[in-house]
Structure formats: C-alpha cells, structure tokens
C-alpha cells in the first residue's frame, strides 16, 4: 500500500500542468476563476484545443481517439485543468452518451457520432427526466414508435442541460408498453434540428437559464440512430448513470474551490483581523476539507479497483455533491452580507460597474442557489441511499 | 406566564393573515420585484391606514404606542408572504433609532412622515471589512462650526436607494472598533456627495452601497448625543433580528406548507412522495425546526425592547443562531423535496428558500451570533 504518486504520475502531472500554462487561454481562465456566466464558444475553444493535443477525452481509449490514461492520470489530469482555472469539458457527449456508444453501438454510430463528441463539434444533451419522472425514470412515457425506416417520437422531456446549445439529444423513449416499464424502454439519438423539436427555457431560482424543457410533436428519427437493441435502453441508462455519478464526485473542481476559499478566508475581513483567524469559520474549512480529502481518496479507491465502480458509485454521488454544496456555502457566508446584492450583469467578462464587496461575493449567493440541483439532480441523494441499502446492503 | 397573543394583536393577525393571502399574490409580488423602485407604493399607503407604519411609535407621534411582540406579528406574516417592502429598513431599524434615540424636534420632524407612509428611511451603518461587528466603523467626521462633515463607505443599506433619508452612523471619536466615539446623522440621500449604487437582492428587496464624501448636515441633524450612539445602534439591530426572526418563522411555515402540499400531490413509482418514510421524516424534522424558531422568535420579541444590555443580546444571539439554523435546514429540505422543481424560478419554495438564506446572513449569521452567546459564558 502506498498513497504517494508514482515518479511517473509526477512527471504526467508535471506535463499536463505545463500544457495548461502554455495553452488554457487567459481570458477563459479569467471566466472560470471569477465564477463568471458560462459560454458555449469558450466550452468548444477549450474542447478544440485539447483536441488538437491528442487530449480531447480523457477517459476514453486510444482506438476511439482517446488519451487511453489509467484512472489515476484522468485524476490528475482533471485536478490539474480545474486549479489551472480550465472550463469543465462537457460530460453529455464524453463521459455519458460516448460511452454508451462505444459499448453498446455500432460501427456506423460508433464512426458517426464519437468524431464530433471528441472534437467538440457537436453539442449533446441528455433527454431522461420527464414531467412525471424523475427519480422514478423507468415511467418515462415519451414515445417512439417504428414506421418504415424512422421512428416517430411524441412527448417531453425536462431538466435538459445545455439543450439551448445542443446538436444531439440522447434519449430514452418507450417503445413498447409489454412487461414492467423497465422492459420497454429504447436508447436514441435524436438530431436537435429535427422538425417538430421545440426547446423552451427554464429560468432556475438564480435568475440563470441553464435547464430546458424539450418537445417532440411526431419527430422523425432514422432507424439507425437506435442504440442497442429495442427495449434494451434501461440497461443502457443504469450503465450511464454508474458513469455520470462517478463524475459527479467532481474532486478536481472541488479542489480548486477548497484552495480558492482558503483565499478568501485570508483576504476578507472580519473586523480587525482576517476571517481565517475567526475560529467558527477555521473549523468547519477544517472540517469541509478532511471530508475533501476522504472523498478524494475514496473516488482513487474506488477507480483503482479493477472490478469497476459498482453500486459504490452512489457514495461517491452523495458525498461529492454534499461537499460542493458546502464548499459554496462557505464561499457565500464568507462574504459576509455582502452576497445578498444581486447583480446579473456582473456576471460578463467586461463588467466594470459597481459591486457590493469582493468579486468572490457577487456570484456566491447564485451559486450557492443554483447547486443546490447537486443533491437532487442525477439521481436524487435519496434514491441514492435507497441504492446503498438496497444493493450493498441487502435491506 | 401567558403566550398568547392580545385580542388587538390577534385581530391584527387576522388582518394581515387575509391581505397577504388575498392582496399579495406570487404573481403580484413579482411585478413589484420587476418595478423600478421594488416598492409598491399603493401597498405601502395600504399599510398607513392599517396603521403597521407607525405601529411602534408613541401615540404623541401618531403612532400607536407598540412594541417588539407586535412587530413580530406584522413581521411573521410579511415572512409567509414573502413582503418586499421595506418595513424592516424603515420601520424598525430606522424608525426605531429615531423614536429610542432622536429628541422631540426630530420625532416630530419624521415620526409621523413615516407612519403616513410618505417618507422612507433607511439605516447606513454596516462598512466593507466589518463583517458583523457593530463597532467597526471608520466612517469620519469634521466638525466645521455648527456643520459636520461626513465621509466613509456604507455598505448592505438596506432599501438605502429608495429611502429620503438616511441615518448615517459614523466616527466623531476614538478609533475603529471602539463602542465609543460613534454619532448619528440625518442625512439627505439627495444630498450633495452621496453616491448610491442601489441593487436588487436575492430574494427580491434592494440593498444599496453608499458612499459619503463630505456630506455636510448641520448639528441639528446629530440624533442623540455625540460619540454615545453605540447602544441604540445596537439596540435597533437587535429590533431588526427580532424582527427577522419572526419573518423567518413566517417563511418557514410557508415552506412546510408548499412542501407538505408536493409531496401530498407529486407521485412517483405509483404513489404520493409523501409516503416514503424517508421524506416524512425530513418533513417532521423541518416542522420541529419551525415551532423551535417560533419559540425563539417569541423569546427575542419579549427583550428585544429590554435596555438590559446583557439579557436582551442573549436572548437575540440564541434566537437569531437557533432561527437562522432552522431557515437553512427548512430552506434547504423545502428546496430538495420539491426535487427539479425546487431550483426553478417559477415555484414559490425557491424565493422562500431565497428569502431564508439572506436572512440567516443578514445582522449576523448563526456562526456569529453563536459565538455571542459563547462570548457571555465566560463573563
């Protein structure tokens, strides 16, 4: 047993810590540190230029184009790019539908679609959740129905991520109503441009539009663009989601939150001394930072093990996101009064105008409201422990 | 020992239960928000004849002689209503250091323009860097004849940019951090070098930045004696945490009830979320944290009116702790059995759970006054 990074791991660390130096361009690194509104161009920049490096996805193998890493060096490399102040890669097309695609797809879709997710040509969404599923996605009832050569789908889909920006949705549709709801539900992948898709915003309590609702009124979608086998999809969809709460546990960015409150801690005042000297304040950044270091550790545990990310996954889904959450509440009570102003324009590279407090405080109060979707989205935290006591415990 | 409520006070929660449920709608609030001003001023004369604006001014001064505990029913249901008008900032903070602090002439000058809700004040006391010590102010004063002339940076003026007036606290002694050596002033917010940068907040109040740079107020604008504000600025921030509380309280009890009502309706895997024992058990948690702040909010309305010093501030500390642990629990589990729907902008419980975060921040979050309270014990 050793918990040191190998001489190797140090040098990959090193090198991918010098790329970043060299090539995360300033006036993006200036956007993610400041917490400032995300922008398409500056996701697909950044996607583009780590394309060109050979280093477009991380997590996937060398034959797809991938950087072929071992989990440890998708680590650092993540831990490297969120301190440097790099935007987080977007995870519907890399981390959630390629795998899929990889491994349950063809060869026509794995050629068709992979190319673009690398170079960040094309933008996905996820299309689970429905008005009336949510944790309980196996009633999902949007529908899609086989005419001839294309499926014709109907229904809604929501809480749609991105789906404002996006060229593809991956889908879960039901095409056959036989058996448990488990039982007929498809994987598809649907072309946003398609004629009868319509995408209206949902405005989330920041005042932010980042969630969508999407329609589909008898949109048409070749055959081919099925993964899998018809009413295969919930096996696929269980097999994504053990991927996305792996990355839910989202240390890297954590990490540089961590190291970022630590600063600010130092720099904001509480009266005539710094607020880390205000011992309230020490213990609980002592307490949120053990706990960030146990769950750091815990996720290396848990992706060293060679039988794979198992029902385990949900601790780290549960624990990740609690931490964020908390790491952003203490970045907005560390402002003091000063987060409650709220200044949407403040939000844009180039403003100059007043602010109430640090630039750390214009944006913490938003944050702070807009994650508390952690614990709630990709699986609710409850669903979660229903899981560990269900599938690890046996209850 | 008795805890309810006096036949007047009642009537008068009554009242108010019916305008808040009939006259402030989700939807009306939100035009208010989206106005210029973030006041309704129709609402805000509403008020008057109901006699809210003037209820803790003595009767000499067309007020109706009342104290803490009926603030904390006006308060309690302008919290389940979610009201954005500035009562707090007028009535209670400003309004109160006049009536505590002010002589006649000034009573007489602002009391009744308050209380017929044509004037609007507000308190500048809190500066960048002070976090919540009261007695961090670094805001200077030059006395030039029978003028002072003020300068410094006043910061979290709450509706500081739709009030006339403002009280402005700054240094005409001592050094920062010093109780002593702290003055009051009427000012103008027209007055010739304020600057106000006025901000929406969070939950749908206005908050301003001000900053003064050589104001100058004639010795007649000087509320109270010179360098001896420090207890009634204390003392209307303690009026404000009691009042705080208790809207708290009332936001809470709006919360249960909206998420009570979701998780009754929203099904999933074929029956009412409300049947998982899991929620029941977290809606039973938000409920006890309610009635325990409610307790609390009683205790800071019966001392908040106390001027014994010692008391009065543990009662505040433990309640305004206490409250504001509750508003982040019931605000946070309110948001999270709402599920997607509790971060979205169109559903009541975001703007409670907005409203709950920014009052557990304001005059001290729970860190703060905990450690107020831990502070006495080793007196």
Known sequence: MDLNYTPEQEAFRAEVRQFLDENLPDDIRERVQKRLRPDKAMTERWQKILFDKGWGASTWPEEFGGTGWSPVEQIIFEEECALAGAP?????????????????????????????????????????????????????????????????????????????????????????????????????????????????????????????????????????????????????????????????????????MMKRLKEVARQEQDGQRPLIENTRFRDRLAQLDAELRALELTVLRVLTDKRGPGPQASILKIRGTEIGQQLFEMLMEAGGQDPIAHIPEALELDYNGPRAGSMEATPSAGDYFNMRKLSIFGGSNEIQRNIISQLVLGL | ????????????????????????????????????????????????????????????????????????????????????????????????????????????????????????????????????????????????????????????????????QLVVSARTSGSVNDESGLSLFLVDRDAKGVKVDDFATHDGHRTAEISLSNVTVSADNLIGTADGAFPAIEKAVDL?????????????????????????????????IGKFQVLQHRMADMFIQTEQARTMAILAASEADSDDRAQRREAVSMAKTLVGQAARYVGQQGVQLHGGMGVTDEMFAAHLFKRLTLINLLFGDADHHLAQVSDGLLV
């Open chain 1, 88 to 256: 987080r890669q977007l995870d519907f097309g890399l981390r959630m539908v390629a795998p899929v695609i990889m491994t349950f797809g063809n060869e026509a879709q794995k050629k068709r679609f992979l190319p673009g997710i690398l170079s960040g040509e094309d933008w996905w969404c996820q299309g689970y959740s429905e008005p009336g599923a949510g944790s309980d996605l196996a009633s999902l009832r949007t529908s899609a129905k086989l005419e001839g050569d294309h499926y014709v789908v109907n229904g809604q889909k929501t809480w749609t991520t991105l789906g404002q920006h996006a060229d593809w949705i991956f889908c879960l549709v039901r095409t056959s109503n036989e058996g448990k709801p488990q039982q007929g539900i498809s994987f598809l992948l649907i072309d946003m441009n398609s004629p009868g898709i319509e995408v209206r915003p949902i405005i989330m309590l920041d005042g932010e539009h980042e969630i969508n609702e999407v329609y589909f009124d008898n949109v048409k979608v070749p055959a081919g663009n099925l993964v899998g086998e018809e009413n295969k999809g919930w096996t696929y969809a269980k097999f994504l989601l053990g991927h996305e709460r792996t990355g839910l546990a989202n240390v890297g960015q954590w990490k540089a």
């Open chain 2, 1 to 164: 020992m008795n805890f309810d409520l006096s036949e007047e006070q009642q009537m008068l929660n009554d009242s108010l239960r019916r305008f808040v449920t009939n006259e402030y709608s989700f939807e009306k609030r939100g035009e208010i928000i989206s106005s210029g001003t973030g006041i309704d001023r129709a609402t805000w004369s509403n008020f008057a004849e109901m006699g809210l604006l003037g209820f803790t001014f003595p009767e000499d001064f067309d007020g109706l002689g009342g104290n803490a505990v009926d603030t904390m029913v006006v308060m309690e249901n302008f919290g389940r209503g979610l009201v954005v008008e500035p009562y707090l900032a007028t009535v209670v903070l400003a309004g109160g250091l006049i009536r505590d602090a002010g002589n006649d002439a000034q009573k007489a000058d602002i009391l009744p323009g308050i209380a017929s809700g044509e004037r609007l004040l507000a308190l500048a006391h809190y500066e960048p860097g002070a976090r919540y010590n009261l007695s961090h102010v670094q805001t200077t004063t030059r006395k030039d004849g029978h003028h002072f002339r003020i300068s410094g940076h006043k910061t979290a003026v709450l509706h500081g940019g739709q009030a006339n």
């Open chain 2, 240 to 272: 404000g945490i009691a009042a705080l509380c208790a809207e708290a309280v009332g936001a809470m009890e709006a919360m249960n009830a909206a998420t009570l009502e979701y998780i009754k309706t929203r099904k999933q895997f074929g029956v009412p």
